[in-house]
């Protein structure tokens, strides 16, 4: 169910949608908690960030551009895995940092030029394509899984 929304929401982000200023939000403020929290449910329950479907809900609902959202989402995603490095090692009874180093510079690397190249080389609708790719490919990685 997850993976086939998730296919959906990564070809809407495909789709033109007008910009913001022209268009109204396709949905009130109020409703975007009534829209997040079964998601976020369901995203705790298969076990994947909950940023994955984030993204996707704010720009279907034209709550930002894309360059906002994709910030956003970032924040979001980064507290999220913060979170979860600290449970795996309080169930794991600690982490072993340094066995870890390579995917921690890595990450940092990665999220570094992300945001440069977001932020200041790529115009709004690539941010947008780029969004829709990774949740594509999330679509495809939990349906190719279950």
């Not at 908690?33 to 940023?51: D, M, R």
């Not at 994709?70 to 795996?88: C, E, Q, Y």
Request: aromatic share 6%; no cysteine.
């Amino acid at each position: 169910l997850l993976g086939l929304s998730l296919v959906f929401a990564g070809i809407a982000l495909l789709l033109p949608v007008r910009e913001r200023a022209a268009v109204p939000a396709a949905a009130p403020p109020w409703a975007m908690p009534l829209a997040a929290a079964p998601l976020g449910y369901l995203a705790g329950l298969v076990g994947i960030g909950g940023g994955i479907i984030l993204a996707p809900l704010l720009h279907l609902a034209r709550w930002d551009g894309a360059r906002r959202i994709a910030a956003t989402a970032s924040v979001f995603i980064l507290v999220n895995s913060l979170a979860g490095l600290a449970g795996k090692a309080v169930a794991l009874g600690g982490l072993d940092v340094w066995a870890h180093v390579p995917l921690f510079v890595a990450v940092l690397a990665g999220g570094q030029i992300g945001s440069r190249l977001g932020a200041r080389r790529w115009p709004p609708v690539a941010v947008k394509r780029v969004t829709a790719a990774v949740v594509l490919a999330a679509a495809v990685n939990l349906l190719v899984q279950r």
